[in-house]
């Protein structure tokens, strides 16, 4: 059997994302690649313009200020957590007991304890959560393994980069 957003399906995958600033335009980006496969299905953020802006992008999307009203209406598949780091915790928690799997940028949590909460709830409610590793597949830093590989830089034991 397929699931939502799998070819061979009736429905795309329903995304919400929490967090309309510059990490989740990002987000919207790549959903925008997955027309047909993705449908941006609710938006939430606390600032009312952005929110507001980005609705206008997203016709069909539910919108609203608190993520609890979005995961509760807009039966939402996955969740994309693009907010401030102290935040993602509660939200994914929250997320994954409705049943959303979820997509949560960096850092993942705030300590160990709260890392261990999100795992735990992803487990026990037999859901996906996923770390936004998405730079990893950046030209930029493709080009720096490369280096490293070579061994052209010797043996890395710190590393520190900007784009």
């Not at 939430?44 to 952005?50: A, I, M, Q, S």
């Not at 160990?112 to 709830?121: F, S, T």
């Not at 597949?137 to 980069?161: D, F, K, Y």
Request: hydrophobic letters at 40%.
């Amino acid at each position: 059997m397929h699931k939502p957003g799998e070819p061979g399906t009736t429905r795309p995958l329903r995304v919400g994302v929490v967090g309309c600033g510059a990490i989740g335009q990002l987000h919207f980006e790549a959903y925008r690649r997955l027309e047909g496969v993705v449908e941006v299905a609710g938006l939430c953020d606390l600032n009312v313009k952005r929110l507001a802006e980005t609705a206008q992008k997203f016709p069909q999307a539910q919108t609203t200020a608190d993520y609890r009203e979005l995961l509760t209406t807009a039966k939402i598949d996955l969740l994309s957590i693009c907010t401030m780091p102290n935040t993602h915790c509660e939200i994914a928690v929250a997320a994954l007991e409705t049943g959303a799997h979820v997509l949560c940028e960096k850092p993942f949590a705030m300590d160990v304890r709260q890392a261990d909460r999100m795992l735990g709830a992803a487990a026990h409610a037999k859901r996906q959560i996923q770390v936004g590793t998405n730079m990893r597949h950046m030209r930029q830093a493709e080009t720096l393994r490369e280096i490293v590989a070579s061994g052209a830089v010797g043996q890395p034991v710190n590393i520190r980069a900007w784009i």
